[in-house]
């Protein structure tokens, strides 16, 4: 098992190994809390967006939905007749130059993969750049924009925020509820004090501290020929290779599992480069990976290659808050 899904597995589970790790973890708080205490204080080179800007992120390592709830978000604001950019990262691009427009005729390489996606996916004007407050400046500089959405960027507090979402797994909540190495979190569990709403990924029901939303499998769509079949496309027991490079593969195998299939799991790193050898599995079946993998596939796919495309649903709650901050934050742009 890898060093990295051994500390998984230890945070998640318990390991009494982890306690060496403290001072490490008392280091890292102390360095995270002090960013924290100065971007609080207003010290230090913080943009501000003559835009709105809303961050989308969690305070967990791995994966949390952020990228289904993005899109999400693109739609929902779109339907109120709001021009919406986005700012990534971009995490593993390899672009010619920074700041770096995303454009959906480019690969995975140059752009990324989530970033890549959310073009492909919508048609948004994307920029990365782990300089998010410089990415913001290009976009704006090359858009007209009434809203900007910061995949992820909680903890980069060169850019100041006017809504903070924070996605955390249901299932697997905050682990031990320590930071890193010693556990899970990137910033101290009190973070989520200042933050404007929580999001459950996979809770069935809002929660007194927070909305729910599900990950809703909607589509399954061929890699070579774009042919899209609904989710009852193969039948109840079929045994398909399941991959999965996402921040927690799990989760996908088991969306297999509600679908009355019989996944045969392959989980990769996040953001894990492939390649037709690596993905040449015996015995020969047909082939289901996710959305974010499939960006990164299309050139060397099999005929029986699919990915299964997931909508964000989230609470009935959760609409009706958020688009009462759209008001709060738009006045002018959406008139009562």
Same mark, same amino acid.
């Given at each position: ?17 982890? !306690? ?87 690969? !995975? ?228």
């Amino acid at each position: 098992m890898p060093l990295s899904d051994r500390l998984l597995k230890a945070w998640y589970e318990g390991h009494p190994a982890l !306690a060496l790790l403290r001072p490490l973890e008392s280091l890292y708080r102390r360095v995270v809390q002090r960013k924290r205490a100065r971007f609080l204080a207003g010290e230090g080179d913080i943009y501000q967006s003559p835009v709105p800007v809303v961050v989308v992120g969690n305070i967990t390592v791995g994966g949390t939905g952020k990228t289904p709830l993005i899109l999400w978000l693109i739609e929902h604001c779109r339907r109120s007749g709001l021009r919406v950019g986005v700012v990534s990262r971009g995490y593993g691009a390899k672009p010619p130059q920074l700041p770096w427009r995303v454009d959906a005729g480019h690969s !995975a390489e140059v752009a990324g993969d989530e970033p890549l996606l959310i073009v492909q996916r919508c048609g948004v004007p994307l920029m990365i750049d782990p300089d998010r407050s410089r990415a913001v400046k290009a976009l704006l500089a090359s858009e007209t924009l009434d809203l900007i959405l910061s995949d992820d960027g909680m903890q980069h507090y060169r850019l100041a925020r006017d809504l903070e979402l924070v996605l955390i797994d249901a299932a697997r909540g905050l682990g031990n509820r320590r930071c890193l190495p010693a556990g899970p979190l990137r910033e101290p569990v009190e973070r989520l004090q200042g933050v404007d709403a929580l999001l459950y990924n996979g809770a069935v029901a809002d929660r007194d501290d927070g909305f729910a939303f599900r990950l809703m499998p909607t589509t399954l769509i061929n890699l070579n020929t774009g042919e899209r079949q609904p989710i009852d496309y193969f039948p109840p027991g079929q045994a398909v290779h399941a991959v999965a490079g996402i921040g927690n593969p799990q989760r996908f195998f088991n969306t297999l599992e509600t679908l009355h299939w019989q996944p045969i799991p392959h989980a990769f790193a996040d953001h894990a480069p492939y390649s037709a050898e690596v993905l040449n599995f015996t015995p020969s079946l047909p082939l289901v990976m996710t959305e974010k993998d499939a960006v990164k596939c299309r050139a060397f796919a099999q005929p029986d290659w699919w990915y299964l495309a997931v909508d964000a649903a989230p609470s009935p709650a959760f609409v009706a808050w958020f688009d009462t901050q759209l008001m709060r934050l738009l006045p002018d742009r959406l008139l009562p």
